[in-house]
């Protein structure tokens, strides 16, 4: 029996061999086929593929205004000192910096020269005339935008002047010939979304469904990501982390914790501005670009399905389960004592002795979203680094808030966001100096 065994070792090893060999074969083929995009999306439908009438053409461009209001095109493809829909702003990821391009129907750098059936191919499948879109544009998103209102859409931005204006060139990784390997990025991150209909919700809520999981795509920045920068859809809305900064969970019991009602939520919206917290940094650029040149009743409707949970209730603002002074009580004397003073020293000549905030000064502090999040990377970001002045919307403005980063010791900074975040966040959890040194 020993010697079958041991003239079995060859047969044995040379089958090992085999399977490996087949496997990297089928490996091979599997990849080339990945990379020549045979198993990519082709969702554009066939009406799509003939032009539309001019006349029907240019009667859509009033709604695919409202439309790229929704989606923030301008946003994102208008720098802060540029020209509207020219591109160049920066947005950096983990392998390099991307630059929105020039959306404008200029034929050399715009996207003149796109038909409709390539518009609907771009913001469908993620595909543009160039190749794979990167993710940055959020096709994963938009994908679930109905014929109609890209027809809308794109009779709206061929409207717009064309500029002459370049591209920047993108950096790290993706000035690199990258864009075939997004078909690896797509097969893995970009789901084939639905259009979110339910019948036994209200119109309102499906329009709001319609927008925040499409055009809108609040679940960009508000949703974590894997390792490979997607989208965890299964998680969708639950915060995520952008620019060194954490992203609010958006979902409907932790809005309502927040105390965000539908009108609250509205006014935010609407504004920039609201009881629980003013937009800043990314957020003030969605609120200013986007929706608060919406129609209100779209505003609402956003507002509304992301006060709605999963069984279908609005939900209403929640009564802290903490009172506040008694989480300070909890907490020990020595824990809080010279973050209060540095408090009073440093802020409470903006934002008041009770963290009330001073109009067109400084936001409240108490019952603000930020200072209740959970995750205080946000919090300690705008401690160490100040705000720019902001101006919303509505007349209103807060004036800019300096950094405190060499001003204070990390200790110091994290005595006074302890107090803070106790004081009127509800946190009883302490900041750690390693928190604010791991920020600067």
């Given at each position: ?20 060999v ?13 990379l020549?995009?045979v ?5 554009v ?5 003939s ?5 029907e053409q240019e009667?859509l461009?009033?709604r ?16 802060s ?24 129907p ?36 938009t ?11 794109y009779?709206?931005?061929?409207s717009?002047?064309?500029l002459q204006v370049?591209n920047?060139?993108?950096s790290?990784?993706?000035?690199l ?14 789901p084939?979304r ?8 209200s119109?309102v809520?499906n ?19 894997n ?5 965890k859809f299964?998680?969708a809305?639950?915060g ?7 992203i ?11 105390g ?10 609407s ?22 040149q ?13 006060l ?13 389960p903490?009172?506040y002074?008694?989480v ?5 004397q020595?824990?809080?004592?010279k ?24 936001p ?12 205080p990377?946000t ?5 160490l680094?100040?705000l ?14 300096p950094?405190?980063n ?19 966040g ?6 750690s ?8």
């Amino acid at each position: 029996m020993k010697k079958l065994r041991y003239y079995d070792r060859p047969k044995r090893r040379s089958g090992l061999i085999r399977l490996i060999v087949w496997l990297l074969i089928i490996g091979v083929i599997f990849s080339l086929l990945v990379l020549f995009g045979v198993f990519k999306q082709d969702t554009v439908s066939e009406s799509a593929k003939s032009p539309l009438p001019q006349a029907e053409q240019e009667a859509l461009i009033p709604r695919g205004k409202e439309l790229a209001l929704a989606g923030d095109c301008f946003g994102c493809h208008s720098r802060s000192d540029g020209e509207k829909g020219a591109g160049g702003v920066p947005i950096a990821t983990p392998f390099g910096t991307i630059y929105s391009t020039n959306i404008t129907p200029d034929k050399d750098f715009g996207i003149g020269d796109y038909t409709r059936e390539d518009f609907h191919r771009a913001l469908k499948d993620g595909v543009g005339k160039k190749g794979n879109l990167f993710p940055a544009m959020p096709f994963v998103f938009t994908h679930i935008t109905t014929d109609r209102d890209l027809d809308a859409l794109y009779a709206y931005i061929m409207s717009i002047p064309p500029l002459q204006v370049p591209n920047a060139k993108n950096s790290g990784v993706f000035e690199l010939p990258v864009r075939p390997f997004m078909n690896f990025w797509t097969l893995l991150n970009f789901p084939d979304r639905k259009v979110p209909i339910d019948e036994n919700r209200s119109d309102v809520w499906n329009r709001g469904a319609y927008l925040v999981e499409g055009l809108a795509h609040c679940g960009a920045c508000h949703s974590p990501r894997n390792f490979m920068m997607g989208v965890k859809f299964s998680d969708a809305l639950a915060g995520g982390f952008e620019s060194g900064m954490a992203i609010p969970d958006i979902r409907a019991e932790r809005l309502a914790k927040n105390g965000y009602s539908v009108a609250d939520l509205t006014q935010y919206l609407s504004t920039g501005i609201a009881p629980e917290g003013s937009s800043f940094a990314g957020m003030n650029t969605v609120t200013h670009f986007s929706t608060s040149q919406m129609n209100l009743s779209d505003v609402k409707a956003m507002a509304t399905y992301l006060l709605t949970d999963s069984k279908g209730k609005l939900l209403t603002p929640e009564q802290s389960p903490i009172v506040y002074n008694q989480v300070v009580g909890r907490m020990k004397q020595g824990d809080r004592e010279k973050g209060r003073e540095y408090y009073m020293a440093a802020c409470a000549g903006c934002h008041g002795l009770q963290g009330e905030g001073t109009p067109n000064v400084a936001p409240s502090l108490s019952h603000n979203a930020i200072v209740e999040m959970q995750d205080p990377q946000t919090f300690i970001g705008v401690i160490l680094h100040g705000l720019q002045t902001t101006n919303y919307t509505n007349g209103q403005r807060m004036y800019a808030m300096p950094g405190f980063n060499g001003e204070l010791k990390p200790e110091q900074i994290a005595d006074l966001l302890t107090w803070i975040r106790a004081e009127w966040g509800g946190i009883d959890q302490g900041i750690s100096t390693k928190e604010v040194d791991k920020a600067l």
